[in-house]
């Protein structure tokens, strides 16, 4: 039972370029998050999937797209990477115990 | 606007003494509070929670109050133990349906000295 798996665990990008952050997760859970996190911002949530088949933005979408491509992975898309991308991603999954974190990716945009 | 705000980045506590975290609100429709702890290079890992019809949650060594007329929760550690240093990050939601949609405070980084 691994949980919720992210990968790259590490990515370094220039502007511009596009890239796919990808999560799966094994616990059975309906509803999927991306979230980042910024030095004195905490973490912010992008998209989220509450079953498979939907997705809706969260509280900063701008520059993402999602896909909930099956009940266990849920991946997050950079056509354009800026910047302003740089940050920790983190992929999530809720159950009943609540909110299950995966590791995280490290993304540096040049 | 940080609707969820914890105001020390950080703090430090001498081991067997007691931990105290801060975290406020602004949004009134906040009815669930959570705490979760981060070591790094991992992903926070959830730690207790309170709904807004209690004040009090207790877990082992972990307690959550809620003052909701202050729009205040705090976090206390007893007796604190080299391991709980981490960053702690308070979260909200405006019910416990929304499941995972939460607004995280900023973070608080603890350490506790041997």
């Known amino acids: 039972n691994a949980g919720v798996t992210q990968t790259p665990k590490f990515q370094v990008l220039k502007t511009g370029q596009s890239m796919t952050l990808q999560c799966a997760q094994d616990?059975?859970?309906?509803?999927m998050y991306w979230y980042r996190q910024d030095p004195g911002m905490g973490l912010r949530l992008i998209y989220y999937?509450?079953?498979?088949?939907?997705?809706d933005k969260g509280e900063v979408p701008n520059g993402y797209n999602v896909s909930r491509l099956n009940k266990r992975e849920f991946s997050l898309r950079l056509e354009s990477a800026a910047p302003s991308q740089t940050s920790v991603y983190f992929c999530?999954?809720?159950?009943?115990?609540?909110?299950?974190f995966g590791p995280g990716t490290r993304l540096t945009v040049l | 606007d940080q609707q969820v705000k914890q105001n020390s980045p950080s703090l430090s506590v001498q081991e067997g003494r007691i931990s105290i975290l801060n975290c406020d609100y602004t949004?009134?429709?906040?009815?669930?509070f959570l705490w979760y702890k981060k070591y790094p290079a991992e992903g926070p890992t959830f730690l207790i929670s309170?709904?807004?019809?209690?004040d009090k949650n207790e877990d082992g060594r972990f307690t959550v109050f809620l003052n909701k007329s202050a729009k205040h929760l705090s976090l206390h550690i007893v007796p604190s133990q080299p391991g709980d240093s981490a960053v702690y990050f308070c979260?909200?939601?405006?019910?416990?349906?929304?499941?995972?949609?939460?607004?995280f405070g900023q973070g608080t980084e603890l350490s506790v000295k041997p």
């Open positions: 999530a999954s809720s159950g009943l115990a609540g909110l299950v």
């Open positions: 616990m059975n859970h309906n509803s």
């Open positions: 999937s509450a079953s498979e088949g939907t997705t």
């Open positions: 949004n009134s429709m906040f009815d669930y």
């Open positions: 309170i709904s807004s019809i209690k």
């Open positions: 979260a909200a939601s405006a019910s416990y349906n929304q499941g995972g949609k939460l607004i």
